[in-house]
């Protein structure tokens, strides 16, 4: 393999995954806290929990579309740069994969559709139960992805048969524990992107002063009273992670040399020559910053969770209002050197100790993968830039401009440009 394209495949990788990890962090966490808020407008019949829902629920719906799209760019490189892993490993990771997609793209779709063209429409406890299965199936869309990252962290229920691997035990597969381990770690991470988000999207409000003072007080502590507890449960879903870490990594995190050197020869005997410690930098640096993002993170909850239960605080305190703002990126930081530590830790193995990245990678030209992964990152870099667009202007706009479950007699007010 091409030193050059072998780099190239592994950039294209972090590029894709990456910025559709980042959608689908805030997707799921903003599909619970809307199905919620839906609940207490159903059960209630309070307006401002209706209009809470239809405001949130329009910047969940912008992120979801935006997110599938680069899904099915993830999609198509991974066809395109990863054959080699496919080829070796289709049979045991290929139906996950495809239970994925298809959970994903196909039901999760199908039913946020009947739920944004169903209001008003369809009665409202079957209108509630549409948002439940649209937060079901992203779950499980989390879960399947999961299932086929855990094999390659922690490969188990396979066999080797010539050059590929072949299923034998699917519930070992599917109960793998650095798959379940991980997935209420994602989900206690969305949980907590979609908090923060949605505090600091309120906070922006309150403190412009803007005439929806009783759904933005309502919000901001919805996405505070629901950040805290997640990032609980993200702690302790890592904290176990860590207890599952790959040798060589743990190794490598915890900075000892004597372990890694131990390891390494160990390798070097079993699997032949090569270098088989991961790059120091990536995998500590993801680890550290993952760590201080998250205790930041803890230092900025726990005191907004006691303000928040004061009312005229909530409404007032400006300062407190422009940190939470701040904090806004915080959780995707961490959500993103996580998944650095945990990717880069498992290096040179894209399954580890069964299947080398350098084998697994598509046997194209490095003028080919360099043309590609031109063509993804500005792909990339416009979805982005045109989702945190979408996202601001209707977030800015606020409750009085959403179009999501508008009645026909309701008439569209002016609303300022952005």
Request: neutral net charge.
């Amino acid at each position: 393999m091409d030193p050059d394209t072998l780099e190239l495949a592994r950039l294209q990788f972090a590029l894709t995954a990456g910025g559709h990890f980042l959608f689908v962090a805030l997707t799921i966490g903003l599909a619970t806290l809307v199905a919620c808020v839906q609940t207490a407008a159903t059960l209630t019949g309070n307006p401002v929990h209706e209009r809470m829902t239809r405001f949130w629920g329009q910047l969940y719906v912008i992120n979801y579309a935006v997110g599938i799209v680069t899904g099915l760019v993830m999609e198509f490189q991974f066809g395109l740069a990863w054959s080699g892993l496919m080829h070796a490993a289709g049979n045991v990771i290929g139906a996950s994969l495809a239970m994925e997609a298809l959970v994903a793209f196909v039901v999760e779709a199908t039913f946020l559709g009947l739920w944004i063209f169903g209001w008003g429409r369809l009665n409202r406890w079957v209108h509630l139960g549409l948002i439940w299965v649209v937060v079901l199936t992203a779950y499980a869309s989390a879960y399947w992805i999961l299932v086929s990252n855990g094999f390659l962290q922690h490969p188990v229920g396979f066999e080797r048969s010539g050059g590929q691997l072949r299923l034998t035990d699917a519930w070992a597969v599917l109960t793998n524990p650095t798959a379940t381990t991980a997935f209420w770690h994602v989900l206690g991470g969305s949980l907590v992107t979609a908090g923060v988000f949605v505090a600091g999207v309120s906070a922006l409000h309150l403190f412009r002063r803007t005439p929806e003072v009783k759904l933005f007080t309502a919000s901001l502590r919805l996405g505070v009273l629901t950040a805290l507890p997640a990032l609980f449960v993200t702690v302790v879903a890592g904290g176990i992670q860590f207890s599952q870490l790959q040798p060589m990594k743990a190794a490598v995190f915890g900075q000892d040399d004597a372990e890694v050197a131990a390891l390494q020869a160990a390798q070097t005997a079993r699997f032949g020559p090569g270098d088989y410690v991961p790059p120091d930098a990536w995998t500590r640096g993801g680890a550290i910053v993952m760590l201080l993002a998250f205790a930041l993170l803890l230092y900025l909850l726990l005191p907004s969770a006691l303000l928040a239960l004061i009312t005229p605080v909530v409404r007032r305190f400006r300062l407190w209002h422009l940190v939470l703002v701040a904090a806004v990126p915080l959780p995707y930081v961490a959500m993103l050197a996580g998944w650095v530590f945990r990717e880069m830790g498992r290096q040179p193995w894209v399954i580890d100790g069964v299947l080398r990245v350098e084998d697994a990678v598509s046997d194209v030209s490095a003028a080919a993968m360099r043309t590609s992964l031109l063509v993804f990152t500005v792909l990339f870099g416009l979805l982005l830039v045109v989702n945190w667009w979408l996202l601001l202007r209707q977030a800015l706009r606020g409750p009085g401009a959403v179009a999501l479950g508008r009645m026909p007699e309701e008439t569209r007010p002016l609303s300022p440009t952005f």
